[in-house]
């Protein structure tokens, strides 16, 4: 190792803690479920995590991934047009396609290489992509690679993207790229009106509705059937490690068409491995215990609606939403990873955010609600936020 480089190094992470911005990982003994064993802080209450429906520790979906592995194997131990694919595979990219309602799925092992398998592939020279500029940053990473024109709109607003959709030639091929769910917002893209103006510009409309996925619509099929949109959005992408079992995999969902040229030239689906079979099962057995359990994303949802109001009852501020994401502003890096360390304290794991995950200045905690969680979870977190949030004069004092 190069000393010299190794100690710039050191002095950076160094001035990281010293700035109070340095990210530490945080060790679990047990599944994830409403409260989990951590070696640094005991039992504590999970608020972190995108377990949206408590499918991570669910039996069944557990003995299906341990049947996966015993069936399969670990894997093939090459990438699928070389040494073929499970059946699984097959049997679980055409339950995607009839969850979503589109003609076909193909899975990554993860959203993120789904979408830079996915940009670059579709978006080659000669056409323009229009990004939201709070896309998730495997969005961000996959129209990078991408030799299209690239152009970014202002956050949700309709007038900028049209705008720049005007500027450029109405037979170009325009792809208008946006989260379903915005992570670190929590608010929902406005599909309605892109759905709209890609249909008067020659757009394909690409949405990575990762965290809509189980959580948005009314069966929990996302974003694009929240908004009654279902078969007029060209392309969805999405994962299958929130929602939908919480272990890893992505997919993306589209024509007939779109798919097979993913499987004759997406880099990231050429040179990776499959999606293990254990995953494949265990994410399957999850599509099918949300289709078959509808309870469980009445319950996730009460549970949103409960502790966002309690959160305001109590004197805070979230970002408003109807999401599953509840983020509160507190400006300052340092102070909101501050306030996640003493919430950890009372026993609350909710993480702290900044930049560069977020602007400068909006550093936030962000609350995510999960079905796992009962109502005594929800009350001795609020109590928590309410002691630390009057400490650190967050909220005012009732004394």
Request: net charge negative; glycine share 10%; charged share 20%.
């Amino acid at each position: 190792m190069n000393t010299a480089y190794d100690r710039r190094l050191g002095g950076e992470l160094e001035a990281l803690r010293a700035a109070g911005t340095f990210k530490t990982l945080r060790h679990l003994t047990t599944p994830m479920a409403a409260a989990v064993h951590m070696e640094e802080a005991g039992d504590v209450i999970v608020l972190s995590s995108n377990n949206y429906l408590g499918l991570a520790d669910n039996p069944r979906v557990i003995e299906a991934g341990i049947r996966g592995l015993r069936t399969y194997g670990a894997g093939t131990a090459s990438v699928r047009f070389i040494c073929g694919t499970f059946d699984i595979h097959r049997a679980l990219e055409e339950k995607i396609a009839s969850f979503l309602g589109m003609p076909a799925a193909l899975t990554y092992v993860s959203c993120w290489t789904a979408n830079e398998g996915l940009i670059p592939t579709l978006a080659v020279a000669g056409t323009a992509i229009l990004s939201d500029e709070l896309n998730h940053a495997s969005i961000i990473d996959g129209c990078r690679l991408a030799q299209a024109q690239r152009l970014r709109y202002k956050h949700s607003d309709m007038a900028d993207l049209e705008a720049k959709l005007a500027s450029l030639a109405p037979d170009m091929t325009k792809f208008i790229i946006t989260d379903g769910v915005f992570s670190m917002e929590g608010d929902l893209a406005k599909l309605p009106e892109i759905v709209a103006l890609a249909e008067r510009h020659n757009g394909v409309v690409i949405v990575d509705d990762s965290h809509g996925t189980g959580v948005m619509g009314a069966t929990g099929r996302g974003t694009v059937e929240h908004y009654g949109l279902t078969g007029r959005v060209d392309v969805i992408t999405g994962t299958l490690g929130k929602a939908l079992g919480g272990a890893a995999g992505g997919f993306v969902a589209a024509s007939a068409n779109v798919i097979q040229t993913l499987v004759q030239k997406s880099r990231t689906q050429l040179f990776s491995n499959a999606l293990p079979p254990t995953v494949a099962c265990s994410a399957l057995a999850a599509i099918e215990e949300l289709e078959q359990h509808p309870e469980l994303l009445a319950k996730q949802r009460a549970n949103t609606a409960y502790f966002r109001r309690r959160l305001v009852e109590i004197g805070y501020k979230p970002l408003e939403g109807e999401s599953a994401i509840i983020p509160i502003i507190v400006g300052d890096t340092a102070f909101a990873i501050r306030m996640s360390e003493l919430l950890l304290a009372e026993g609350v794991f909710v993480t702290g955010f900044g930049y560069p995950v977020v602007p400068e200045g909006t550093a936030r905690i962000r609350v995510q609600m999960s079905a796992a969680l009962e109502r005594p979870h929800l009350d001795k977190a609020l109590a928590a936020f309410e002691k630390v949030g009057t400490a650190l004069g967050i909220i005012p004092s009732k004394v």
